[in-house]
């Protein structure tokens, strides 16, 4: 069965910067494309990027476009997202999710493993 573990939320000012983690267990890494999403207080979880299997393809929501960057590493079974120059609206709960095959989803409706999500709060 897939596991997936976020790691490296926490509280930030606006204007800095976080990198999460997100790692797989129980299944082959790669064959797994990967999305991020988040969810702030009273609002639905939106998607905010995701990544191929390869890591050749990515995709961001525009609110977060030229500041956050998603990458993975095969071989750690680890993908990241570095976010930049955050701002207030970031702030949320981060998950991290799985789905076997190449492509990236932008519902939480195509995904199939979910993290237990990483809190990230940007002060102002």
């Known amino acids: 069965q897939v596991q997936l573990v976020e790691s490296g939320g926490g509280l930030v000012q606006a204007g800095g910067s976080l990198r999460l983690s997100c790692a797989l267990s129980?299944?082959?890494?790669?064959?797994?494309?990967m999305g991020w999403f988040r969810q702030a207080p009273g609002k639905e979880r939106e998607f905010v990027g995701g990544?191929?299997?390869?890591?050749?393809?990515?995709g961001y929501a525009d609110s977060v476009k030229g500041r956050f960057t998603i990458s993975r590493d095969n071989a750690k079974n680890t993908m990241y997202l570095q976010m930049n120059s955050l701002k207030p609206e970031d702030t949320a709960v981060y998950y991290c999710?799985?789905?076997?095959?190449?492509?990236?989803?932008?519902?939480?409706?195509?995904?199939?493993?979910w993290g237990q999500g990483t809190q990230v709060t940007v002060s102002s």
């Open positions: 999710a799985a789905r076997l095959g190449a492509a990236v989803p932008t519902t939480t409706g195509g995904y199939d493993y």
């Open positions: 129980g299944r082959t890494f790669s064959m797994y494309s």
């Open positions: 990544i191929n299997w390869s890591g050749g393809n990515r």
